[in-house]
């Protein structure tokens, strides 16, 4: 049974931001094909939840590397997977805060 989707503000913040950029730098169609994949991913996740292994930094965090500009990090809770953050992956992971 696929577990239920849900998001922290600061995730559908930060996939807002994500789509925008895009919408910006490459168009609509491009954003939209990431928000399908996105979508697409999340299913997945959903259906295998221990796809990805959990971080060694932090308990019960776990990194979906989404593209190779951008990694979606996220939790499984008793009733649903909880999407954490959609990182840039350029970016210091020392200052990920969670």
Do not use: W
């Amino acid at each position: 049974m696929a577990l239920a989707i849900r998001y922290s503000l600061r995730a559908r913040h930060e996939e807002i931001e994500l789509l925008e950029y895009v919408v910006r730098k490459f168009g609509q169609q491009k954003a939209k094909e990431i928000y399908v994949n996105i979508e697409k991913t999340l299913g997945l996740l959903s259906e295998s939840p221990e796809m990805y292994r959990e971080s060694d930094i932090r308990k019960g965090l776990r990194k979906c590397a989404f593209s190779k500009q951008t990694s979606i990090y996220y939790r499984i809770k008793e009733d649903h997977l909880e999407v954490v953050s959609f990182r840039p992956n350029r970016k210091d992971p020392k200052k990920f805060k969670v």
